[in-house]
């Protein structure tokens, strides 16, 4: 077990998934940014056989939020496939808040077996 799981003791929190979402992705949109300008010349690039018309600095800012987007969607389907089974079906409410009929609910009033 490391330090860290230890520290926080094993939960991952909705931050720390944007986190390992988003970082990772910004880093990768940044290098495929990088190495699709070094092989292709925005002024050169065109869209159904027409002219883009944008300048530089936009169709890089466009193309790097582009690869980002895709990146990020990548580390969120990685996030979401490795979850047990257990952090899918928990239910987010206690035992006594939980609607009627729910098979896991306890009654305030209820006796202990």
Not at 13 to 39: K, Q, S
Not at 77 to 89: G, K, R
Request: overall charge negative; aromatic content about 14%; charged content about 15%.
């Amino acid at each position: 077990m490391s330090s860290s799981f230890a520290i926080h003791g094993g939960r991952n929190t909705i931050g720390r998934r944007l986190i390992w979402v988003f970082w990772p992705a910004f880093i990768m949109g940044g290098l495929m940014t990088a190495i699709f300008f070094t092989l292709v010349e925005p002024e050169e690039m065109g869209f159904f056989g027409h002219s883009i018309g944008l300048d530089r600095t936009a169709v890089y800012s466009i193309a790097f939020f582009a690869f980002w987007a895709f990146a990020a969607g990548s580390s969120a389907l990685t996030c979401l496939l490795q979850q047990s089974p257990f952090e899918i079906n928990r239910c987010p409410l206690v035992p006594v808040e939980r609607p009627p009929g729910c098979p896991k609910r306890e009654e305030p009033d209820g006796c202990c077996d």
